[in-house]
């Protein structure tokens, strides 16, 4: 019995020192398995990250710069959400990004903060080599100059002695703007900038959306303290990124500073293209200003000399007498009897058609001056003969075939530069509008000659003419309107022109309207 007790005894003394080893070895077993778990997952991100940059060395080498920049902010993202803050493929995605930002986007202040980041996380890091260039290349060792390695925490010591304070640093000529990196899809930018030392009358934001060819522009706004602030607006914002640049322009419409430019633009990334970049890390805090005023569309981008082709033709109402055959026939036989005169009055068509050159030159942005010739080319009117002496002498009378008009022109483009640009003139000028009229009611003795051997017989009625008569009657010689049309850009200084004008003549009245096809060239 005693000996039982003990064994019983031993047994429980020996109980917990079994259930610590079996749940020692328990511990150990999930220690050793957590490790390989978090190693799984963060090879899983690594191989995610490296194949989000070998997509976007292939887009970019395809020249696909969107889908580029895009790959290499998801593989940001997602070093971000898997805690790769310090992992060298962070740092390799940092340089992959400064390189593009160069490269393909001209951002050069963007690539430079790209590049430290790239060097706080691996100080030794060089560019990858198939995207080193001199260009590159140079971005990058501005980079390194300006410190990429972290900053060593230090001891405090005694404050030193307290220096002088440095004189303000001169601001230098120029606009002064923090490039906008990064916006939401959809919603307005707001772009603001500072002019120092240059004197200016206007200050302009051009911006470009995805896919358009040319640039918007609108004036900026003064907000104080030398600020100036515009927003590109909604309808701008709504695909992958919207490009623009910041010109200051004189009194004459030249620029005389700019911040960007039309070929190396500043570019914002506008959603799912933004999507996992740190703002922080790209754009600095902007200064505080006003918000921004009425936005109003400035004008186009160029002043200079314009030069235009356009051909068309049109129809009007007109009110006169017809050149070749002003009076009807004098059938009467009586040569003491005056002919009654015809006065046609009526719509009418310009045929065939005219050409109009023009030549000017564009003192302001949005506004015109020029001269335009137009010479229109007559068809359709008829000949006539008629006996002028009394031994039986007949005469031709030609219709005319031409009529020129000289017109002095200013033209306002109307909204924001961009593809299709509206525009209205007023016009006036001399010279000479043709209408072709037909007057077979009144007259049909027009025409070539029946039997031109013969001549002109009154007593044989085989002799005379027999068409109809159609004539032209003349208006002017002064001459006063207007148009208005579209030009449709084709490249920077090339357009499709498509216009209506209106012409008024006086004395000799008329109401014309031409439709007008041609091309517009502005140097």
Not at 16 to 25: D, G, H, K, Q
Not at 165 to 174: D, I, L, Q, S, V
Not at 346 to 369: C, D, Q, T
Request: hydrophobic fraction near 40%; aromatic fraction near 6%.
């Amino acid at each position: 019995m005693k000996s039982l007790t003990v064994a019983r005894l031993s047994l429980l003394l020996a109980w917990p020192s079994r259930y610590l080893l079996i749940s020692t070895c328990s511990a150990l077993a999930v220690g050793a398995w957590e490790p390989r778990v978090a190693l799984a997952q963060s090879e899983e991100a690594v191989s995610k990250v490296k194949d989000l940059n070998q997509k976007a060395l292939t887009a970019y080498d395809n020249l696909e710069l969107e889908e580029a920049r895009k790959a290499l902010t998801e593989a940001l993202q997602i070093c971000a959400q898997e805690g790769m803050n310090e992992h060298p493929w962070k740092a390799r995605t940092h340089v992959h990004l400064g390189a593009i930002l160069v490269g393909g986007f001209q951002q050069k202040e963007l690539a430079v903060k790209q590049f430290q980041r790239a060097l706080e996380i691996q100080p030794e890091i060089q560019l990858t080599p198939s995207l080193r260039n001199p260009e590159t290349q140079a971005v990058f060792d501005e980079a390194k100059k300006g410190g990429g390695s972290k900053p060593v925490a230090t001891k405090p010591t005694e404050a030193p002695a307290e220096k002088p304070p440095e004189p303000a640093k001169e601001e230098p000529a120029g606009i002064t703007h923090q490039p906008v990196a990064t916006s939401p899809v959809g919603a307005k930018v707001e772009i603001k900038a500072k002019v120092s030392k240059v004197k200016f009358s206007r200050l302009v934001l051009a911006y470009r959306p995805e896919g358009a060819t040319g640039f918007l522009a609108r004036d900026m706004e003064a907000t104080g303290e030398g600020w100036y602030v515009a927003r590109i607006p909604e309808p701008a914002t709504q695909g992958g990124l919207v490009q623009y640049y910041i010109e200051a322009r004189d009194d004459m419409g030249r620029a005389v500073a700019n911040n960007g430019s039309e070929t190396e633009p500043h570019v914002v990334a506008l959603g799912d293209a933004a999507a996992g970049v740190d703002a922080a890390s790209l754009v600095e805090a902007e200064p505080e200003a006003a918000p921004a005023a009425d936005e109003t569309p400035a004008g186009p981008d160029k002043v200079g000399f314009v030069f235009g082709v356009s051909v068309g033709s049109g129809f009007g109402y007109v009110s006169g007498s017809p050149e070749v055959n002003p009076t009807v026939a004098d059938d009467d036989g009586d040569p003491n009897t005056p002919a009654a005169d015809i006065n046609f009055s009526g719509v009418a068509a310009s045929k065939l058609g005219h050409l109009n050159i023009e030549a000017g030159y564009a003192i302001r942005p949005g506004f015109i001056l020029s001269l335009q010739a137009r010479m229109q080319k007559v068809s359709g009117a008829t000949e006539a003969f008629s006996v002028v002496d009394s031994n039986g002498t007949t005469k031709k009378f030609s219709p005319a075939t031409g009529a020129v008009s000289v017109f002095g022109k200013a033209t306002w483009l109307l909204g924001a530069p961009g593809s299709i640009r509206p525009f209205v003139s007023v016009m006036g000028g001399g010279g000479e509008l043709r209408h072709v009229v037909d007057i077979g009611d009144k007259r049909a003795d027009c025409g070539p000659l029946p039997m031109p051997e013969v001549g002109i017989d009154p007593n044989d009625s085989a002799t005379l003419p027999n068409q109809k008569c159609v004539d032209t009657v003349k208006s002017g010689p002064l001459l006063v309107g207007g148009s208005a049309g579209l030009i449709l850009k084709l490249a920077d200084s090339v357009g499709v022109t498509a216009g209506l004008n209106g012409i008024v003549g006086i004395p000799n009245f008329a109401l014309h309207a031409d439709l007008n096809l041609g091309m517009l060239l502005l140097l």
